[in-house]
């Protein structure tokens, strides 16, 4: 069975020979020219071997071409800091205009899915990461998003309009660049992060829209939602609830949401087991194959897709990726492991 196989057959809920396993992480410095991020891409997968190759392009490209700065400060995690923002006030998203996809930084990850695509094509699935127009836009603003959303709703919705509407495009261009699916992140799905009512206003109907007009053209599309700490609360049941989502993923081993009873809420493809901030990246490879085996048998074999919360550490032990893939790839389904 190919890697394109497992994956629709997991999809569907359909056990195979064996559960498909996704690992990704951030190439800080090497992702800012799309050679460099498609070679880093390229050789961790031949390195690893995963059954979907996540595309996890440099962590502020959204941001760039509408004036933001963003630099690599040694974060374990691999992702960027704002250095300068373009919204200082409210007049600053009345005069934010569209940017064109094609060209600068969202120009580069276009790029980027092109040369990884001559690698990847007829080995294994790919998917782009898109950002939500809300956590684009709390970059924009240095993080003030709930400030504008209470004093300037008016102005915010008509400035996240504009930002969906390229974040659309730019998924769009990265499908015709040959990615097979999205990964549409969120990082504000939590009820510590927004109120119920901005969250209903603000965020969910641009989950929504950029669903909708990217359905048919992505063969599969998984929803990332991002905790900042453990046990934050996600909305998981308004998020299970929407249409045209294939899989999701959240920090399912920090998250008091377990793989079970999230894979149960949503009837849908569920991504994670492995944890990513403790024995995987701190551990032995002993005791990062056990918590993985562990927290399969918790889940349960159909639906579910082994992957992080959120990107593997840049620091973690290449020995653990190695044996938890290995673990992972011992298991048969049809045999009840």
Known sequence: MSK??????????NLSEQIPISLWKHHPKL???PEGLANAEIEFHKKVDQDLLKISFFGHYPCIDFGCTADYDGAITGSTTTTSYPIKDSTGW???EPVDVNTGEFGNQVRAVELI????????????????????????CGRDLIKY???????????????????IDFARATLEAGSDGLFLATQHSTLSSISDAHYNTFVYPYHLRMISKLRSKAKFIIMHLHAREENEEIRFE????TPGLDGINWEDQSSALSLKDGKKKSRKTVLGAIDHNGVFRSGTSDEAKEQVLSAVDEAGFEHLIVAPGCVITVDTPPENILAVRDAVRS?????GR
């Open 238 to 241: 308004k998020i299970a609830r």
């Open 331 to 335: 298991i048969n389904p049809l045999n």
């Open 149 to 167: 959303a209470d004093e300037e709703p008016v102005i915010l919705k008509s400035a996240l309009d504009l930002i969906c509407d390229v974040m």
């Open 117 to 140: 695509q001559k690698y990847a094509h007829g080995i294994v699935p790919t998917m782009a990461t898109i950002f939500d127009p809300p956590m684009v836009a709390d970059r924009l």
């Open 94 to 96: 009345e005069i934010l």
């Open 31 to 33: 992702d800012r020219t």
């Open 4 to 13: 394109y196989e497992l994956l629709k057959e997991t999809f569907l809920g």
